[in-house]
């Protein structure tokens, strides 16, 4: 499985400033997304981070509210902008695999807004 | 749009039972299914991946199964530890896309 390191673990931030995310990947993968877990509820697709072009955005995130970028096969930033406390919420990367299309996951960003 | 549903929401049960954890996705039309396991406040760890052509998939003490036409799928975890309690989340990848649709979780305590 792929290694996945995410940057910071968690943060708490001030309503109306903005946060960006890291994500490391210890191998090079084609497919990369990010996904937000509000409290109490599952996983849901913010988008996919393409390399070399613009992130796909799932319907209901737009691409002024998390920017995305994708500058190499290992590497993807995510920035939650403008924020509000409804943006607290855990940010998970996720990687897939070419051979078999298993999605790994990151350990997450746990963001809190006040 | 694809709905994916797990029961129960919740489950605690004796150390050493065996259990089995129920997911239901609406649009048979999938790519693949897995299992993750999601302790509190972290990421979500791999257990079991089933491409559509597959009926089940076995890793240790777990085991999972596929019933794509009836849009079912169960985990089967075996000789439960307390090390097993955490939350397991189903979710589906429709053919054609990259996007992962997750249930909404079961929640699982196994106690001493």
């Known amino acids: 499985s792929a290694v996945i390191s995410q940057k910071p673990s968690r943060d708490i931030c001030q309503r109306g400033t903005s946060l960006t995310i890291q994500c490391q990947v210890d191998?090079?993968?084609?497919?990369m997304f990010w996904y937000r877990q509000q409290p109490g509820q599952s996983l849901t697709l913010i988008a996919t981070?393409?390399?070399?072009?613009?992130?796909?955005?799932e319907s209901g995130f737009v691409i002024d509210k998390f920017p995305i970028s994708r500058p190499n096969l290992t590497f993807s930033t995510l920035t939650v902008s403008n924020m509000s406390p409804e943006d607290s919420s855990i940010y998970l990367c996720?990687?897939?695999?070419?051979?078999?299309?298993?999605?790994?996951f990151g350990p997450g960003t746990r963001l809190t807004v006040l | 749009k694809q709905e994916v549903t797990q029961i129960p929401a919740a489950l605690s049960v004796p150390e050493g039972e065996n259990l089995v954890l129920n997911c239901s996705f609406t649009?048979?039309?999938?790519?693949?299914l897995q299992w993750f396991r999601q302790d509190p406040g972290k990421g979500l760890t791999s257990l079991l991946l089933?491409?559509?052509?597959?009926r089940e998939q076995t890793s240790g003490r777990l085991n999972a199964s596929l019933d794509k036409s009836s849009g079912r799928s169960t985990l089967y975890i075996a000789a439960s530890q307390p090390g097993d309690s955490a939350t397991y989340l189903c979710?589906?990848?429709?053919?054609?896309?990259?996007?992962?649709?997750f249930g909404t979780g079961t929640q699982l305590k196994v106690e001493l």
């Open positions: 996720s990687v897939e695999r070419w051979a078999n299309n298993e999605q790994f």
């Open positions: 191998s090079q993968v084609t497919m």
């Open positions: 981070a393409n390399q070399g072009s613009e992130a796909t955005y």
């Open positions: 649009d048979s039309a999938i790519y693949n």
């Open positions: 089933i491409q559509s052509s597959q």
């Open positions: 979710a589906v990848k429709e053919g054609g896309g990259n996007k992962l649709t």
